[in-house]
Nanobody, 119 residues
Framework: QVQLVESGGGLVQAGGSLRLSCGAS????????MAWFRQAPGKEREFVAG????????SYLDSVKGRFTISRDNAKNTVYLQMNGLKPEDTAIYYC????????????WGQGTQVTVSS
C-alpha cells in the first residue's frame, strides 16, 4: 500500500502563491506517475498537473499553464505543486494521486488540502 499526505494549502489573496507538497510512504514503485487533481464545490474533479518518475514532459491543465509548476524529489518520495498568480477560480480541494505505469487508473489518493483564493 501507498499512503499519500498533502500539505501546504491555505488562504491566499488573488495574485499570491502557494506551494503544495505530497509525501508518499509505504510501498514505492520503480515506474510511477504522480499528479495533482482538484475539485471545486459543485464541480467535477479535474486533472491539474502530472509528472513521471523521470520528470520528463510534465502535463498541465490549460488554465494553469504558465502559473503552476509540478516537480518531484524521488529521493524524498515527494511531489510539489508551485502555484503562482493564483486566481479565485483556483479555489478547490487539491488532491495528490499516484498510478503505476502503464496502468491508467490512479490507485492511490491523498486526503486533500484546501486552497482558497480571495478576490
Amino acid at each position: 500500500q501507498v499512503q499519500l499526505v498533502e500539505s501546504g494549502g491555505g488562504l491566499v489573496q488573488a495574485g499570491g502563491s502557494l506551494r503544495l507538497s505530497c509525501g508518499a510512504s509505504g510501498r514505492t514503485f520503480s515506474n510511477d506517475y504522480m499528479a495533482w487533481f482538484r475539485q471545486a464545490p459543485g464541480k467535477e474533479r479535474e486533472f491539474v498537473a502530472g509528472i513521471s518518475r523521470s520528470a520528463g514532459s510534465p502535463s498541465y491543465l490549460d488554465s494553469v499553464k504558465g502559473r503552476f509548476t509540478i516537480s518531484r524529489d524521488n529521493a524524498k518520495n515527494t511531489v510539489y505543486l508551485q502555484m503562482n498568480g493564483l486566481k479565485p477560480e483556483d479555489t478547490a480541494i487539491y488532491y495528490c494521486a499516484l498510478r503505476r505505469l502503464p496502468i491508467a487508473k490512479y490507485d492511490y489518493w491523498g486526503q486533500g488540502t484546501q486552497v482558497t483564493v480571495s478576490s
